[in-house]
């Protein structure tokens, strides 16, 4: 036997440090301790080492219309640039590379994507292409995605990089309740979207994958402004706590009447809609406590809504509330909303109504896309049908079940 047990003659594994792993590894390495300012200069030098020039890193902004450049030493800033119809917009909604001849050589624009959620886009110049390039600017991008999601948290240098325009105290409180807007994974995929962005208060959801159950929640809290924003805090606290100790949906919904009864009084109340996906099955479970019933889309069209039975509103102590029960079939997509969505009027108008959403829903759906790209163009379309008005919050979460099966994967 050899020094450490290894047999004579055994073949021992490359250990040595190819160009790939010393580029991500040095970024790596670097990461942890990155205060996050100085995102750019180490991005600029992994990616300058594959020849790359122009680097721009575009974060999107709270509204969903635009990429903003990341303000950063060694990044090229400059215009925001609109989703719709760029090059960069194209890679952000599709989640897939992009590359433009240039008159000096090939611009790409990489997702930045993190579990799931787009990011944001990074874009290089490089003289030419070829696939270890396009492999290690994919790897490169995930990192970088990585270190904008962690380092977010204790920064506030890409929230100010995102936001177009000043943002009330209720809708700060709104958007640091929020989980990541998307989530797509092998399963299951779960994309959101608040209206008015930087006005929104009582309107919130929630989501959780645990192993196979992915836990969903959506509430608009009654009223506008800063106290909306608190109780809608309160019943999304008192939700996710009752999530994390195991208890069903009817549970879940006398500790959120509690919280919030406790906390405002018997005047106040939130609607809301609770959901149990088993992501391996499709079984969808639900209870509803005076919220719009969600509609389900199937073959790219609202096939019909999910009614069931209803208990009073959080904080009004209505009954235990029914848990209904539904078999999802791959593909299938389930549209929640909140009521701002379709009682927009004008004084002396008729509301908006559920059957104008309804065709609105299936003009868009129409066009097969993602359900991020789906909930961003359904949301902006429906406020163009409304004439640009939005005097409540109008919130979209959509959920599609993508099916399952033994060989489930995540293609890198």
């Keep these: 036997m050899t020094t450490g047990g290894r047999a004579s003659g055994e073949s021992v594994p490359d250990r040595t440090q190819s160009f790939g792993e010393e580029v991500l590894g040095t970024l790596l390495d670097r990461a942890h301790v990155l205060p996050p300012h100085r995102i750019g200069p180490i991005v600029a030098d992994a990616v300058g080492r594959l020849g790359g020039r122009d680097i721009s890193v575009l974060l999107q902004d709270y509204g969903q219309w635009l990429l903003v450049p990341l303000p950063s030493d060694g990044l090229v800033t400059g215009d925001p640039q609109s989703i719709d119809g760029s ?166 919904y006398f500790f959120m009447d509690q919280a919030v009864a406790d906390q405002f009084g018997p005047d106040h109340f939130v609607t809301a809609q609770m959901m149990r996906l088993d992501t391996a099955t499709g079984r969808l479970q639900w209870v509803n406590a005076g919220h719009p019933a969600p509609l389900l889309l199937r073959g790219d069209r609202v096939v019909s809504r999910l009614d069931s039975p209803t208990t009073l509103p959080v904080g009004f102590g209505g009954e235990e509330p029914v848990i209904s029960e539904r078999a999802l079939k791959p593909g299938d997509r389930i549209l929640c909303f909140t009521d701002g969505l379709i009682e927009q009027h004008e004084p002396g108008e008729q509301p908006f109504g559920e059957r104008r959403l309804i065709d609105w829903v299936n003009r868009v759906a129409s066009v097969r896309m993602g359900p991020r790209a789906m909930s961003r163009s359904l949301s902006h379309a429906l406020k163009d049908a409304r004439g640009g008005r939005t005097t409540d919050d109008a919130t979209i979460l959509l959920i599609e079940w993508l099916g399952s099966s033994e060989s489930d994967h995540i293609v890198l």
Excluded at 114 to 139: E, H, K, P
Excluded at 148 to 176: C, G, N
Excluded at 207 to 216: E, G, K, P, S, W
Aim: charged fraction near 20%; charge should be negative.
């Design 87 to 252: 090059h960069a917009g194209q890679a952000f909604l599709d989640t897939h590379s992009v590359e433009v001849s240039l008159g000096d050589g090939v611009r790409v624009h990489v997702p930045l994507l993190d579990g799931g959620d787009q990011v944001g886009v990074m874009s290089v110049t490089l003289n030419s292409v070829d696939d270890d390039v396009r492999r290690l600017l994919r790897r490169i991008a995930c990192v970088v995605a990585d270190m904008l999601v962690t380092k977010h948290s204790y920064t506030d240098l890409f929230f100010l990089s995102r936001r177009r325009e000043p943002m009330t105290v209720a809708a700060e409180i709104q958007w640091s309740l929020l989980p990541p807007l998307a989530m797509i994974m092998p399963r299951v995929a779960v994309a959101g979207i608040l209206e008015p962005a930087y006005d929104v208060a009582g309107d919130s959801f929630d989501y959780a994958l645990n192993d196979d159950m992915l836990h969903v929640a959506m509430i608009d809290a009654m009223g506008h402004g800063l106290s909306a924003a608190v109780m809608a805090t309160v019943a999304i606290g008192a939700y996710r706590h009752a999530r994390r100790s195991a208890v069903n949906l009817s549970e879940i």
